[in-house]
């Protein structure tokens, strides 16, 4: 669905859910995530609704992540990093411990 | 009885139509309550619930409206220390509240999120527990017990354990509770029409005229008749009570509000500086500053109340805030209620708290069926403005 346009920077190494994924250096977390075709992002905190990256600018709080342990960060406002661990986050996030991540046909 | 003008801006106008001395057309009511917050909105729906044709007018979202800025507490456990009156009105509230909000469920489909699994106050120090111990003596002294009891850490730790060591104790009342404010204002407004009542926003009352067993207000263009009327214009109140031969000295009292994202939920009771909705954000408080009509909000004043509440819950270090926001209390010289009935303007009744949550079980249940009764019950003369010309003993 989501092609590079430019594809002349060099690649790095982070890791989705434990597995890794390339991206070019200076995209965001959630570009890098586009392009490398996942669509589920996040589940909404009260219904649970599937959700994606949508303004890719900041101000629809739609793309957010676990990243590097932190929850609830706007994936397109973090410059991916060689070694970032990123998670899909499933509802509220919890203050209290980690939540385990939804099954993949849930964030599908 | 001649049909309402039905104006779609201004919502449907339901009173009986009378003419004026001067031949123009009047919409007349029962009851009119002025000032559409929590507790204009309890009496009128109240009110109308009982039979009676009711008018509500409110200035709208353009007042200083307490309503919108309410913290959601159903609070009992220290209301009325020093003045039994009030703490057993409060609890009397308490009880009615169950019946309020099935009501209002019923009639309009807004479940107000109403929780009474009891309320914790926090104490961080042994002189906030000793006070806390000699306030649950005094008021069970002086108005009775209702359960609420001093617990230690470990004790609290049992019921929340994510309290930080900060926690020397807390006060916990089993009758305590907690509703989402804004449900709860959107559900008065909306059960209104639904009682057969109408709901007049838009409307700011410039006088009242007066003549035995009639008002007339004035609102712009508009005349309104009643044969009773309600003040319960919060900080408005001020101004429309004189008009009326009462007296309502209120005067505003800033709070500012901090809300976190939504989290999974970690407490399930309500406490006095904070609590979490129903849908997961964590709201947080508490503040108080005599800044006049004011409802910006401030730094330090929020980080204060971050603090503070971080202390308490330290796991809100890692919460988002979302929204911040200050209002204006609505208090009395001593922050008691008034409730009072004009004796120049017989027909006219005074109502006003800073507890608009709280007391809406009440205001909708007990005070509504009362003021369209004959008279105020002897209990509520305690809350007569009167008090505060008592010279001190």
């Known amino acids: 669905m989501f092609r590079r346009l430019d594809d002349a920077r060099a690649e790095i190494t982070f890791f989705f859910e434990d597995r890794p994924v390339t991206a070019r250096e200076g995209e965001s977390v959630a570009a890098a995530l586009l392009a490398a075709g996942l669509r589920g992002f996040r589940a909404t905190a009260v219904s649970g609704a599937v959700r994606a990256p949508w303004c890719m600018?900041?101000?629809?709080?739609?793309?957010?992540?676990?990243?590097?342990?932190?929850?609830?960060?706007?994936?397109?406002?973090?410059?991916?990093?060689?070694?970032?661990?990123?998670?899909?986050?499933?509802?509220?996030?919890?203050?209290?411990?980690?939540?385990?991540?939804?099954?993949?046909?849930?964030?599908a | 009885m001649v049909a309402g003008r039905?104006?779609?801006?201004?919502?449907?106008?339901?009173?009986?139509?009378?003419?004026?001395?001067?031949?123009?057309?009047?919409?007349?009511?029962?009851?009119?309550?002025?000032?559409?917050?929590?507790v204009g909105g309890a009496i009128a729906w109240g009110a109308a619930r009982g039979g009676a044709s009711v008018a509500l007018i409110d200035e709208g979202d353009v007042a200083f409206r307490a309503a919108r800025g309410n913290f959601g507490l159903v609070w009992v456990q220290s209301k009325g220390a020093g003045f039994p009156p009030y703490a057993h009105w409060t609890r009397r509230s308490a009880e009615l509240w169950p019946g309020l909000a099935s009501a209002l469920v019923e009639s309009t489909g807004v479940d107000v999120a109403l929780r009474q699994t009891g309320g914790l106050a926090f104490c961080l120090s042994d002189a906030e527990m000793e006070a806390a111990a000699d306030r649950i003596q005094r008021m069970h002294n002086e108005s009775g017990g209702i359960g609420t009891r001093l617990l230690d850490r470990d004790e609290v730790r049992a019921m929340v354990p994510e309290i930080g060591d900060a926690v020397r104790g807390a006060a916990f009342c089993p009758v305590d509770g907690h509703v989402n404010p804004l449900k709860l204002l959107r559900a008065l407004h909306d059960a209104l029409p639904r009682t057969g009542g109408d709901y007049l926003p838009g409307r700011t009352v410039d006088a009242i005229d007066y003549v035995p067993?009639?008002?007339?207000?004035?609102?712009?263009?508009?005349?309104?008749a009643c044969r009773k009327l309600v003040i319960s214009a919060g900080l408005g109140?001020?101004?429309?009570?004189?008009?009326?031969?009462?007296?309502?000295?209120?005067?505003?009292?800033?709070?500012?509000?901090?809300?976190?994202?939504?989290?999974?939920?970690?407490?399930?009771?309500?406490?006095?500086?904070?609590?979490?909705?129903?849908?997961?954000?964590?709201?947080?408080?508490?503040?108080?500053?005599?800044?006049?009509?004011d409802n910006a909000t401030s730094l330090p004043v929020m980080r204060d109340i971050a603090a503070s509440n971080i202390a308490t819950f330290p796991l809100l270090r890692d919460a988002n805030v979302v929204r911040v926001w200050g209002a204006l209390r609505v208090m009395t010289p001593d922050g008691f209620?008034?409730?009072?009935?004009?004796?120049t303007h017989p027909g006219a009744y005074a109502a006003t708290c800073h507890s608009g949550v709280t007391l809406a079980g009440a205001h909708a249940l007990a005070l509504a069926p009362a003021i369209m009764g004959n008279e105020l019950p002897a209990f509520l003369n305690a809350f007569s403005a009167g008090r505060f010309h008592v010279p001190p003993a």
Do not use: N, W
């Open chain 1, 57 to 107: 600018m900041g101000v629809c709080f739609d793309c957010l992540m676990e990243i590097d342990g932190l929850a609830s960060r706007q994936a397109c406002m973090v410059v991916v990093q060689p070694g970032m661990s990123v998670r899909r986050q499933p509802g509220a996030k919890s203050l209290t411990r980690t939540v385990d991540s939804l099954d993949d046909e849930d964030l």
């Open chain 2, 337 to 343: 209620p008034i409730y009072d009935a004009s004796v």
């Open chain 2, 213 to 224: 067993g009639s008002f007339t207000l004035h609102a712009g263009a508009e005349r309104f």
């Open chain 2, 237 to 293: 109140s001020a101004r429309l009570a004189p008009m009326v031969g009462l007296e309502m000295p209120v005067t505003p009292l800033r709070g500012q509000i901090v809300v976190t994202e939504r989290v999974r939920p970690f407490i399930d009771y309500a406490t006095i500086h904070v609590r979490q909705t129903e849908e997961g954000g964590v709201m947080m408080g508490t503040s108080q500053e005599a800044v006049g009509f």
């Open chain 2, 6 to 38: 039905f104006d779609p801006a201004r919502g449907r106008v339901r009173g009986c139509v009378k003419l004026t001395q001067f031949g123009t057309r009047m919409k007349a009511y029962d009851l009119i309550v002025i000032g559409g917050g929590l």
